[in-house]
């Protein structure tokens, strides 16, 4: 067995370690895998016939697409744990986790107790047992003991999911692979289970749909929004005419290059989401949800705000630094910044 990782963040580890995993399949064969499951694996798969078949199969999709989802994930998690700075994760469940991105964001933005104490207990449900064997695998090379000691358990994603109560519950990029009524039972059980549950889908018009599905679900059983929204109210945005999501920077690998014909080193993932919190949480006054337009002298932000409205803020060079502030906040960024500077 390989020894963790250390002293690397989760980042830099996952990385290094899906690097050295896909270096070990011949190029053209990770190439051909890795189109055909993109091409397949999100689409109305049912959850008793998993696409991903072997190692091959599983080694392929983990190192073009793990990175990606990782990096969505972690952004949304990130955001949840600005809203609740004074929590931490008691445990982790990670519905449909599959090769664990989701647990090893969870790790980047909650690293182990520096005290010397046990570890939050993590443990990672899915169908595909080749992709929960991969992810046992990257998990005993992790810098992080909560990774390291997690328990990967094969589970059916559906109405008869059973997810015993603990801190954290993420569901992330699986409900487009679910039939509505299985989405449904898949947020009760998270809700049922977690203190907070975060969850997670691509930043599409489709993706959008499933997040305010399931947003009205966790408002509906009492759940209070900590991001990315700044209330709890129905969305501002009328139905058809726009979908919120935000963007990811993610490095491609070489096998991204090889199978996209790309030359850029880097690509946006786009993600929407939603965390919510049994216990009042303390969101942001305002979300900017679209890239800030910078122009000569001011800096236009699009904002969803705690007034349940969208708006579109100007700050001048004249705001001293506030408009510095602006000019360093990115498309998802709380406004105004948590340190907020006087105008």
Not at 142 to 166: F, G, K, Q, Y
Not at 230 to 246: K, L, M, N, Q
Request: proline fraction near 10%.
């Amino acid at each position: 067995m390989h020894a963790p990782l250390s002293p690397q963040a989760p980042a830099e580890a996952l990385r290094a370690t899906l690097a050295e995993l896909v270096d070990g399949l011949p190029p053209r064969q990770a190439a051909q895998a890795t189109a055909r499951l993109i091409a397949n694996y999100r689409g109305a798969t049912p959850t008793d016939a998993p696409v991903l078949r072997d190692r091959s199969d599983v080694v392929a999709y983990a190192a073009y697409r793990m990175p990606a989802t990782f990096e969505a994930d972690r952004a949304a998690l990130g955001a949840l744990a600005d809203a609740v700075p004074q929590w931490t994760p008691s445990g982790h469940t990670d519905i449909g986790g599959g090769t664990g991105a989701a647990v090893w964001a969870a790790a980047d933005i909650w690293p182990d107790p520096a005290d010397g104490a046990a570890p939050r207990p993590v443990t990672v449900l899915d169908w595909a047992e080749p992709a929960l064997a991969l992810g046992r695998e990257l998990a005993a090379r992790a810098p992080s003991a909560a990774l390291r000691d997690a328990r990967w358990r094969r589970a059916r994603i559906d109405a008869a999911l059973d997810v015993p109560p603990t801190g954290l519950v993420t569901v992330s990029y699986v409900l487009g692979e679910l039939t509505p009524a299985d989405r449904t039972a898949v947020v009760d059980a998270a809700a049922g289970a977690g203190e907070v549950v975060a969850v997670v889908e691509p930043g599409t018009p489709d993706g959008y749909r499933r997040i305010i599905e399931a947003r009205d679900r966790l408002v509906a059983v009492g759940f209070h929004i900590a991001a990315p929204c700044p209330h709890s109210a129905a969305c501002p945005i009328e139905e058809g005419t726009d979908w919120c999501h935000f963007a990811a920077r993610v490095s491609r690998s070489s096998l991204h290059r090889q199978v996209k014909g790309a030359s850029l080193a880097w690509e946006d993932e786009k993600f929407s989401y939603v965390a919510a919190t049994r216990f009042r949480p303390g969101p942001a006054t305002a979300r900017v949800v679209r890239r800030p337009q910078t122009r000569k002298g001011q800096v236009l932000l699009d904002l969803c705000r705690d007034t349940e409205e969208l708006s579109r803020e100007t700050v001048t060079k004249r705001q001293g630094p506030l408009y510095r502030a602006a000019r360093d906040t990115a498309w998802g960024d709380p406004w105004p910044p948590r340190e907020d500077p006087a105008p």
